[in-house]
């Protein structure tokens, strides 16, 4: 499955963004999907997770509360809405597929988008 992210920019602290994630290639509603950040000279982390039907969903503890992730299995894409941005969010967001599910670790996802940039300014 090719997945392709955007809605990444520069925003204010406090403001919002809605990231999408377009996938093609296979059938979109057999994958869990996920949310992952890196930011400038840090590792990849986890950030949100989706399992296939969009009835479940698990975030790291740092934007629980403020990001939420969804999707729309018809529209093949997934979605991470953030709010109440912080300087600390800034970093290249990806997404990526499973087809084991949902989770929150690399190795169970099998395919990874480009990163789109989010950048929050104080």
């Known amino acids: 499955v090719q997945l392709q992210a955007s809605g990444g920019g520069v925003v204010q602290a406090g403001g919002s963004l809605r990231l999408s994630c377009a996938a093609s290639g296979r059938t979109f509603s057999n994958y869990g999907m996920g949310w992952f950040r890196q930011a400038p000279g840090k590792d990849r982390e986890f950030v949100a997770t989706?399992?296939?039907?969009?009835?479940?969903?698990y975030y790291t503890d740092s934007v629980k509360g403020r990001f939420t992730v969804s999707r729309e299995n018809a529209k093949n894409t997934v979605y991470l809405q953030m709010y109440s941005l912080r300087a600390e969010d800034t970093a290249a967001y990806y997404c990526?597929?499973?087809?084991?599910?949902w989770g929150i670790g690399f190795d169970v996802y099998d395919f990874w988008g480009q990163g789109t940039l989010v950048t929050v300014s104080s």
């Open positions: 989706v399992d296939r039907s969009g009835s479940r969903t």
């Open positions: 990526a597929a499973s087809r084991r599910g």
